[in-house]
């Protein structure tokens, strides 16, 4: 294992444990996303590689869910009191990293192969914050890496799972774990009080990338 990836690894546990102990210093937080970002954009491909396989990890079901992944953070902070204005700030700061990961990827690098066996995980994190949280702030920051994931469909290896999750299926279980669309109608048919123009854009815009990537 490269430097890079130990580097990665010791940063990402701390993460955990800030959100593990729900009291994440939004300083230390922040410095600590910072260094990630920038080991991401300066690591080679091979390195690259290694860091992805780190947030992404295996889940006993397959999917990239595993412990100690982006997944598992963002689940963990969302635990207790979601409201905790550090852990809100933790998972923007999540969030803004996921993104800087996908666009070294796709924008600078044209490695969207690699992301396409972590689609599923990314998507899974996304729609699991977005479900689950209840600052508008947070909800937005979904947006962009759900995008991608539509971008990149024909890179997943398991695209009828990712049609099952955006869809849902008879077996699904709409009220637990509804599918994105029926989240995003949902959003969109609550009261405008517990929204923004930017979130509810954001949901219109996205069911209008679904309708154009899957027609």
């Known amino acids: 294992m490269s430097d890079a990836v130990l580097n990665f690894s010791d940063w990402l546990g701390m993460l955990h444990d800030a959100a593990a102990k729900g009291a994440a210093d939004d300083a230390s937080v922040r410095e600590t996303v910072n260094s990630m970002e920038m080991l991401v954009r300066s690591s080679l491909d091979e390195a690259l590689a290694g860091i992805c396989s780190l947030c992404f990890p295996a889940a006993a079901d397959g999917g990239g869910g595993g412990d100690g992944g982006l997944y598992a953070l963002l689940r ?48 899974d994190a996304c729609t699991l914050t977005f479900r689950k949280e209840r600052s508008n702030k947070v909800r937005e920051l979904c947006f962009h890496p759900l995008v991608y994931c539509l971008d990149l469909r024909d890179k997943c290896p398991e695209r009828h799972a990712l049609a099952d999750r955006i869809f849902g299926s008879s077996m699904r279980d709409k009220i637990r774990n509804p599918a994105l669309v029926d989240q995003l109608w949902n959003h969109l048919s609550s009261s405008p009080s517990a929204s923004t123009p930017t979130l509810r854009g954001g949901c219109f815009k996205l069911l209008g990338t679904v309708a154009r990537r899957f027609p």
Do not use: M, P, W, Y
């Open 76 to 123: 963990a902070s969302l635990q207790g009191d979601t409201q905790l204005k550090n852990l809100v700030d933790l998972r923007c700061e999540v969030l803004r990293f996921l993104e800087v990961l996908i666009e070294e990827h796709v924008l600078e690098r044209n490695l969207e192969r690699n992301l396409g066996v972590h689609i599923l995980a990314i998507f």
